[in-house]
């Protein structure tokens, strides 16, 4: 039996009104910090958004941000990176326009896990459930759980995703309820439930409790890019 779609986005008044009744200290700071609605039904290609992902590893947002201008360049159809354009640009048009060696064996193994029905396609993305789709994604090469949560949050908006690997959700959990320490992972699993079934939200949340706890400091008063943003 075919597994019944999973609609993009969440109620945000509904998760607003949770996360406010389950964690009063995450309340203070959510009313300080104002509404963090975002639009889930922009189209997209899994490949293209996952490439993009692999570009902007261990990179600043503007230097990867070049780099993919100059790789969309490539691309036969403009903008948009596909298994064909990665298939069809060399490996010393890619160095040129500034991907590293692995990145490019990332991007192969990204065109081949595709080609194989690995990487499903925008259809299939409904369909699939938050961990079947980390378990499909992890195969290739260059993409690690971080970057699938990333891809489900900001892409399709699934509801409750907790990426505990992540500094910035770990030190917003420390500001908002004063922790000694960052929160391990574990720590943070079992610490997130009580933000659950919204735990996306929550997360939304801690990274800008974390800019504005650090604002003052800032040197620069650019947020930092996420791949998927």
Do not use: C
């Not at 403009?78 to 490019?104: F, H, P, Q, Y």
């Not at 420390?174 to 919204?198: C, D, N, S, T």
């Amino acid at each position: 039996m075919a597994m019944t779609s999973i609609p993009r986005g969440f109620d945000h008044e509904l998760a607003l009104a949770h996360l406010r009744k389950r964690d009063k200290k995450l309340a203070a700071w959510m009313k300080k910090i104002g509404p963090l609605e975002r639009d889930f039904n922009a189209r997209f290609d899994p490949v293209d958004a996952l490439a993009r992902a692999i570009l902007y590893q261990q990179l600043s947002g503007k230097a990867a941000a070049k780099i993919v201008g100059r790789v969309e360049k490539l691309m036969p159809r403009g903008r948009k990176i596909t298994v064909a354009g990665i298939e069809g640009a060399s490996d010393e048009a890619l160095r040129a326009a500034g991907v590293s060696r692995n990145k490019i064996a990332a991007l192969r193994d990204l065109a081949a896990k595709a080609r194989a029905g690995i990487v499903p396609k925008p259809a299939q993305l409904a369909r699939m459930g938050d961990q079947e789709l980390i378990d499909h994604l992890i195969q290739v090469r260059g993409i690690g759980r971080w970057t699938v949560e990333m891809l489900l949050m900001f892409r399709l908006g699934r509801p409750d995703v907790l990426p505990v690997h992540d500094l910035g959700i770990r030190k917003g959990a420390q500001i908002v309820h004063r922790m000694k320490e960052m929160p391990k992972p574990l720590e943070l699993q079992e610490f997130g439930e009580i933000w659950a079934p919204y735990r996306t939200l929550a997360s939304f949340y801690l990274w800008k409790i974390v800019e504005a706890a650090n604002a003052p400091n800032k040197r620069s008063g650019e947020p930092v890019k996420r791949s998927q943003d």
